[in-house]
């Protein structure tokens, strides 16, 4: 299945003797609505379907050399999205006007995969996102619902990590977002004739189904530095990155990337002896949460031609090599980002033998990509 979790919102009117509902049966001139949400289970097999958008075999696995062990899993949690079990919920009363602006709302948090609550007659809007869990009790996502209510806007902050590439208005990086799931629906009518409404005889009751899609509106990238013929010259990563030209907001009522291009700040891990098709190689990899690329709505993307994307987007990993001094590298991922706007593996690979070690810290012999900037790094085409 393309998307398989669904979102299901039953209202349910108790009648008596077979007759139609009096109003004095429903508190608050409205009636009482149970909302009952699946458990959220995205494969990124599934997920990632780019054969079906572009007619490219796509195996992310096939790709994957830097595997996944027991400390990846402590370091960086899942490869992939994470289950979640809490919900908030934001309803939106819009009267007799179906879509109509949001004046006020009923916000409520779900805990478990059900929510029964009093809706008035007329026509509503609905709102769900995942609330955020994490292992340390610190989350990264923020949420702007004041500045204008007919649209939840989810953000982080930045980081103090200075922002080298295309990201012009912003100085430092950002910090990535957690998971995110994300269903809408607008101008639900919950009528008194019960149009809509199908019975059911073993409850006696009539029930309106309304089926909603939680999608992720946040995107994972798998990004790994193949390093070829090593011998020990890099040895290890100081566990940061950056992916510029990323969005640094996201819409969650309809899953649109915001304009705003920053860098994302994550995590890297080296592992030595690695196997790629029989080579033995050394991998700098780590994962990448995004809200994707810029002004995208990435799960509404079926054509590789359809991504519009004017940023360039540079991946820059700092490592460390056995002479005790670092030097930063930049890699191009432009191509690889647009080809995988919904998230993929992101892969560079570097020779060795072709570079220097270097004679100072942060420099190297190559041109940094911004001039201006006071360290040197190394830059690679792919």
Known sequence: MRRPTAL???????????????????????????????????????????????????????????GWDDEDQRLFGNIGYATPDIFQ???????????????????N????????????WGFWDILVWNDIVTPDGVQSLNFDEQAAMDNVTAFTNATMSPSRYHAPVHNNSFYQPEDLFAAYAQGEEINRDLRGFEYDAATNTYIKKLKMTLEPVTYIYLTQVIIHRNKGR??????????????????VNDGKAGDDAVSVYYN?????????????????????????ICG?????????QDVSDDNRHF???????NNGLD??????????????????????????DSVRLPTRSGGSAFDAVVLDYIEETHEFGL
């Not at 608050?28 to 007619?55: C, H, K, Q, S």
């Not at 290890?236 to 640094?248: I, L």
């Not at 995208?296 to 590789?304: H, S, T």
């Not at 991946?315 to 090599?321: A, I, K, L, N, S």
Request: hydrophobic letters at 35%; a neutral charge; glycine letters at 10%.
């Open 8 to 66: 299901y919102l039953l209202l349910t009117l108790a009648i008596a003797g077979g007759c139609s509902p009096e109003p004095e049966l429903h508190l608050f001139d409205g009636g009482d609505i149970e909302l009952t949400l699946p458990m959220v289970n995205i494969d990124l097999n599934t997920y990632w379907d780019y054969e079906t958008a572009y007619g490219e075999h796509y195996n992310w696995r096939e790709e994957w050399h830097y």
């Open 89 to 107: 919920l934001r309803r939106y009363y819009t009267g007799d006007t179906p879509r109509g602006p949001h004046r006020n709302v009923l916000a």
């Open 109 to 120: 948090t779900i805990r478990g995969n059900s929510f029964r609550g009093k809706y008035n």
């Open 234 to 251: 890099i040895a290890g990563v100081d566990g940061s990155a950056n992916m510029s030209g990323m969005a640094r907001t996201t819409t």
């Open 268 to 292: 890297t891990r080296f592992k030595r002896n690695c196997d790629m098709h029989g080579e033995n190689v050394d991998i700098a990899g780590g994962k990448l949460m995004t809200f994707g």
């Open 296 to 304: 995208q709505r990435a799960n509404r993307i079926q054509r590789l």
């Open 315 to 321: 991946m820059d990993v700092t490592m460390h090599f």
């Open 327 to 352: 030097s930063t590298f930049v890699f191009d991922v432009t191509d690889q980002v647009r080809r995988r706007w919904k998230g993929g593996v992101i892969t560079v690979e570097l020779d060795m």
